[in-house]
C-alpha cells in the first residue's frame, strides 16, 4: 500500500529522487569535523526562532499602550509564556552564537574561495536579514532598551544624503519612534524570517550544486565521499544535543542574562537611559560606529565593517589548499582578528571615555587593515611556502588527489616558482 | 534579408520592446508610491504639531522639558551669568552666535534630541551631556564635544504673552 502510494507520488513529483539525491544519498566529504555542524543548529535555531515567534505572537499586542503589559500578560498568565518568551529571547543570541562560528569557520578554512563564493554572498544577505529582524524584534516588547536602541538605530538613516531626515520620518512613520514605528516593526519582524527561509533554500540549492568543503580544502574526489545519512545525520545530531544542553541552560537557568535590566522598564520617550548598550551580537559594529568622531564617517564604517566579509573572495589571492591550518601566517592574523572582535566588543559595552575612545579607534583600525592587507600578505605567504615547500600530507593529498583527475583551482601568475 | 522576410522590421520590433518595458516599469514604480507613502507620518500625527507651555513659575536656572511632536523640548531661563558667557563665546565645533539662537536672552528653546542618533542628554553642570556617545552642548545648546555633527535644533516657536510660548508655529 505503502509502496504503492509512493509509486504514485514519484509518477508526479519526484520525491524518492529528492529524498536519495538530496537528503539520506547526498554525497559528503569524510573529513568534515565538528566545525560543519554549525550550518545545521542555525537552521535548526531558525525553526525553532519561528514556531517560538509564532506562538508568541497569539497573545503580544503591537500597540503602544498594550505591549508592554502583553510581555507581562505573556510572562505571567499565559501557559508556559515564560517558556515561549525565554526561548525566543535566548533563541536569539543562540542564533548569532552558530552563525558567528558558522562565519569564523569558513574564514578559517577559506571556504568562501572558489567555487563557494555564491554560497558566502548569500550567507552575508541572510546575515544582513537576520541582523534585521534581531533589530526589530527587540522594539517589540516596548521597554527603555528597546526604544532607544531603535532611536539610535532609526537615526542611523540621518546620514544619508540630501534626504536624510524625511528617510528617519518615513522609517519610523512620526517624528519620533512611536505606534506606528511598533506596528510595522511587528508586521515585518514576521515577514523577515519568511525571508530568511527562501534565502536558506538558495544557500542550500548552491551548497548542493557545489557540495561542502573539507579541512583538507582540496576538493575530494567522489570516492571520498560517503552519504550524509547515516553518518552526518548522526553527527549533526550529536551535535545539536551539545548545543540544546547548552541552550536549555540558558533557558532554564540563567534566562535574564541576555535581556538588559532596563528594559524592564517601560519605554520614555523623554528620558534617555544613562547607558544604552545594544544586544551582544551587535557590540563590535557598534564600537565602530562610536569610533568615528564624523556621524557620516560612523555610519559608513559601521555599514562597511559589515559588509567587509563578501570581499573575502577577492581579497583572499592564496591558492594553497586549506586554509588557515596550512597558512602559518593568516591563521596568527585569524586569531588577533577574533582577539581584536573581542576588544571591539568590551569597548561597545563600555562607556565612552577619551581612553576607551582611543582603544576603539586602535581597534578600528586593526579590523579594515586586517582585511585590506590580506591580498598582500596572501600573495607574500603563498610564495613564501611554495618556496619552503607545502607539509609532505597535503602534497601528498593534493598529488592523490591529481590522479583522481581532480585539478586544483590553480591560476598561474607570474613571479611563481616553475 | 531572410530574417526581415519573416519577422518583419527587428529594429522596430526592438524598439516596441524597450517603450513597453520602459512603460510597464514606470507603471510598476507609480503603483509603489501609495505603499511608501503609506508609511509616512498619517493625518493624526501630524495634528499633534504645536504646544503651548506657561513660562510662569521658572526660576533663573530651571529648566522644565516639554513634549512637541513626541519629542523632548528643553525650556531654560538662563541665569545672567550664563547668558553673559554664551555671548561671550561662538560655539565650539558648529559655531553660531548665541543671538540667533534665542528670541530673548533669558529664554532658551530648543529640542532635546542630541544631534548624532537622537538620545536625550541629561543637564549636568553647564550645558547638557549625552550619555549614548559623549557628545557635549554648552547653555546655547551649541555642541562642544563630538560626535554630534551639530548644534540642538532650535525649534519654531514664538511667545504669545510675556510668559507664555507656543511650539511649533514662528
Known amino acids: 500500500m505503502q509502496n504503492k502510494l509512493i509509486k504514485w507520488i514519484d509518477h508526479r513529483f519526484p520525491l524518492t529522487n529528492f529524498v536519495k539525491h538530496e537528503l539520506t544519498g547526498y554525497p559528503t566529504p569524510r573529513n568534515l569535523s565538528y566545525w560543519w555542524n554549525f550550518g545545521f543548529l542555525a537552521g535548526f535555531v531558525l525553526v525553532l526562532q519561528v514556531v517560538t515567534g509564532i506562538f508568541l505572537a497569539m497573545h503580544y499586542k503591537p500597540d503602544a499602550t498594550l505591549s508592554f503589559d502583553s510581555i507581562q500578560h505573556i510572562m505571567r498568565d499565559v501557559n508556559y509564556g515564560w517558556l515561549l518568551r525565554y526561548m525566543h529571547a535566548t533563541g536569539a543570541s543562540a542564533f548569532f552564537l552558530v552563525i558567528y562560528i558558522h562565519m569564523a569557520r569558513t574564514l578559517y578554512y577559506g571556504s568562501y574561495r572558489a567555487p563557494r563564493e555564491l554560497m558566502w554572498w548569500t550567507g552575508q544577505g541572510l546575515l544582513l536579514m537576520l541582523m534585521a529582524t534581531a533589530f526589530m524584534g527587540y522594539l517589540l516588547p516596548w521597554g527603555q532598551m528597546s526604544f532607544w536602541g531603535a532611536t539610535v538605530i532609526t537615526n542611523l538613516f540621518r546620514a544619508t544624503p540630501y534626504i536624510g531626515d524625511q528617510v528617519v520620518v518615513w522609517l519610523r512613520g512620526d517624528y519620533t519612534v512611536g505606534d506606528a514605528t511598533l ?236 | 534579408m531572410a530574417e526581415n522576410d519573416t519577422v518583419g522590421d527587428t529594429g522596430r520590433r526592438k524598439f516596441l520592446i524597450k517603450v513597453t518595458a520602459v512603460a510597464g516599469g514606470a507603471g510598476a514604480a507609480v503603483a509603489c508610491l501609495p505603499f511608501i507613502s503609506s508609511m509616512n507620518p498619517s493625518a493624526d500625527v501630524l495634528a499633534k504639531a504645536t504646544t503651548e507651555f506657561d513660562l510662569t513659575g521658572m526660576n533663573p536656572g530651571d529648566m522644565r522639558t516639554v513634549a512637541w511632536q513626541g519629542k523632548p523640548v528643553f525650556i531654560l531661563r538662563r541665569t545672567p551669568e550664563q547668558i553673559a558667557a554664551m555671548e561671550a563665546s561662538n560655539g565650539g565645533l558648529y559655531p553660531e552666535p548665541d543671538q540667533q539662537r534665542v528670541k530673548q536672552p533669558e529664554w532658551l528653546v530648543v529640542v532635546g534630541v542630541c544631534t548624532h542618533m537622537g538620545c536625550v542628554p541629561n543637564k549636568e553642570g553647564p550645558g547638557w551631556t549625552c550619555h549614548c556617545h559623549g557628545s557635549q552642548y554648552d547653555d546655547s545648546g551649541r555642541v562642544t564635544r563630538g560626535p554630534a555633527p551639530k548644534n540642538l535644533e532650535v525649534p519654531p516657536y514664538r511667545f504669545i504673552t510675556a510668559d507664555k510660548i507656543v511650539i511649533g508655529e514662528a
Not at chain 1, 557540495?211 to 545539536?240: C, E, M, Q, V, W
Not at chain 1, 590580506?374 to 619552503?388: G, V
Not at chain 1, 581532480?406 to 616558482?417: A, E, H, Q, T
Open chain 1, 183 to 418: 506596528t510595522r516593526f511587528f508586521a515585518l519582524h514576521y515577514l523577515f524570517p519568511f525571508l530568511i527561509i527562501g534565502g536558506v533554500v538558495v544557500h542550500l540549492v548552491a551548497l548542493h550544486t557545489v557540495k561542502s568543503s573539507n579541512p583538507s580544502g582540496i576538493d575530494l574526489a567522489a570516492r571520498d565521499n560517503i552519504p550524509f545519512h547515516p553518518y552526518f545525520t548522526s553527527k549533526d545530531f550529536y551535535g545539536l544535543g551539545l548545543f540544546l544542553i547548552v541552550y536549555c541552560s540558558f533557558v532554564f537557568f540563567f534566562p535574564d542574562s541576555m535581556i538588559e535590566p532596563a528594559n524592564n522598564i517601560p519605554a520614555n520617550p523623554m528620558q534617555t537611559p544613562t547607558h544604552i548598550v545594544p544586544e551582544w551580537y551587535f557590540l563590535p559594529f557598534y564600537a565602530i560606529l562610536r569610533s568615528v568622531p564624523n556621524m557620516v564617517g560612523g555610519v559608513a564604517a559601521m555599514g562597511l565593517s559589515v559588509m567587509m566579509f563578501a570581499f573575502m573572495p577577492f581579497l583572499d589571492r592564496s591558492r594553497i589548499p586549506g586554509g588557515a591550518s596550512n597558512r602559518p601566517i593568516v591563521r596568527i592574523g585569524f586569531y588577533l582578528f577574533l582577539l581584536n572582535m573581542l576588544v571591539l566588543g568590551y569597548v561597545g559595552a563600555t562607556p565612552p571615555t577619551d581612553q576607551i575612545i582611543l582603544v576603539g579607534q586602535v581597534a578600528t583600525l586593526f579590523y579594515f587593515g586586517s582585511f585590506l592587507l590580506i591580498p598582500f600578505i596572501s600573495i607574500a605567504e603563498e610564495r613564501w611556502l611554495i618556496k619552503r615547500g607545502l607539509p609532505p600530507e597535503v602534497e601528498a593529498l593534493i598529488a592523490s588527489e591529481a590522479r583522481g583527475k581532480i585539478k586544483l583551482p590553480f591560476r598561474r601568475r607570474s613571479g611563481d616558482i616553475k
